[in-house]
């Protein structure tokens, strides 16, 4: 069990994009909502839901590669932004101790670079080796920490397979030696046979170098695997955050067994035979998301009271939130 200290406190947090409007009212993607939750160090916190829900959004905002719309950030016990106290931390210093890994890792590599250059280029930025041959070394142990081959720096990204562009992605998250990393949906490019080899290579670096990760996905089979705790992302907001067994085993909020629901099971009699949570209808418009609780559109319970009062994000039992009006009665 990972040690019990925040490395990452996120405090109401939200972020709006505004979009174009015709009229005199400003129209805003409300992409995050209010997000509450802390990133205990050497752990793994997955954080998952539907595409479009926020997730990335909000790893992103987190380390301020977007500039959050309002709410607070502590690193370390140190506030990097505060929309009340008015700080706003120049993010150059954290950027050596706060990293990410994309999605798309072709996406995510400068083509007109080698290798070499784009694991080097961070180890120049923050000035981190003192002669070309210290860069070189360095550059060659980042490569093999990654499953890679010296020769592999003098080589273009599309000479590359994904998986192993993955890999130097990751190469380049690792160059700054950094405490916390936001893996950002980093195997869903990945052929099935490569996602696994990833997230072993990741499990074993975090032991290695006793990381933090801030894991994205949208399938929680995987997010369950990787995950010491899970929070689960319904249009902006986190619906339910538990420890990823208890989570896994006794959802309680109706969006979070839904998607349990769905994960295959491995006995194929029992997998006939359980019943599935179908959710009508498609995930409405961040533009202008439902009143109330964001989910009672699609919400199986839903009352007169979901419409209109948004629930609380509660702890119902130790370490275990949701925000639900069901679970009050
Ligand atoms: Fe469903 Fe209402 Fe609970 Fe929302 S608050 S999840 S609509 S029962």
Redesign the pocket.
């Known amino acids: 069990m990972p040690e019990q200290t925040k490395l990452v406190e996120v405090k109401n947090l939200k972020k709006y994009f505004p979009v174009k409007s015709t009229g005199l009212k400003k129209t805003f993607v409300q992409a995050v909502e209010a997000a509450n939750f802390d990133i205990y160090k050497g752990e793994t916190f997955g954080l998952v839901g539907e595409s479009g829900c926020g997730k990335t959004t909000l790893g992103r905002t987190i380390i301020r590669l977007y500039e959050p719309t309002s709410g607070a950030i502590i690193y370390d016990g140190k506030v990097i932004y505060d929309s009340e106290k008015r700080i706003a931390e120049k993010m150059l210093p954290y950027r050596r101790k706060m990293q990410i890994i994309f999605q798309d890792p072709s996406a995510s590599l400068d083509p007109r670079m080698t290798v070499g250059e784009i694991v080097g280029e961070a180890l120049d930025i923050h000035k981190l080796t003192s002669s070309k041959e210290e860069r070189t070394e360095r550059i060659k142990t980042l490569l093999d920490q990654v499953g890679l081959n010296t020769e592999h720096a003098n080589r273009f990204p599309h000479e590359f397979s994904g998986g192993q562009q993955q890999r130097v992605g990751i190469a380049r998250a690792l160059a700054v030696e950094p405490e916390f990393i936001v893996c950002d949906e980093p195997i869903s490019a990945l052929d099935v046979s490569i996602q696994s080899q990833v997230v072993n290579m990741l499990e074993d670096l975090q032991e290695n170098l006793g990381l933090t990760y801030l894991f994205i996905a949208h399938d929680i089979s995987v997010v369950r695997h990787i995950s010491n705790r899970i929070g689960v992302m319904y249009l902006g907001c986190m ?1 339910e955050m538990a420890e990823s067994y208890e989570l896994c085993s006794h959802p309680i ?3 979070t067994q839904t998607l349990i629901s769905a994960v295959p099971l491995p006995d194929p009699e029992k997998n006939k035979t359980r019943q599935r949570i179908l959710l009508e209808g498609d995930i409405p418009s961040p533009i202008n998301p439902p009143s ?5 559109t ?6 007169e ?3 209109q009062a948004m ?1 609380e994000f509660k702890e119902y039992s130790p370490g275990h939130y949701a ?5 009050d009665n």
Do not use: Q
Request: hydrophobic content about 25%.
């Open positions: 619906v909020h109706p969006y109330g609780c964001r989910f009672h699609r919400c199986p319970y839903a009352t009271k979901c419409s629930p925000a639900c009006h069901m679970l």
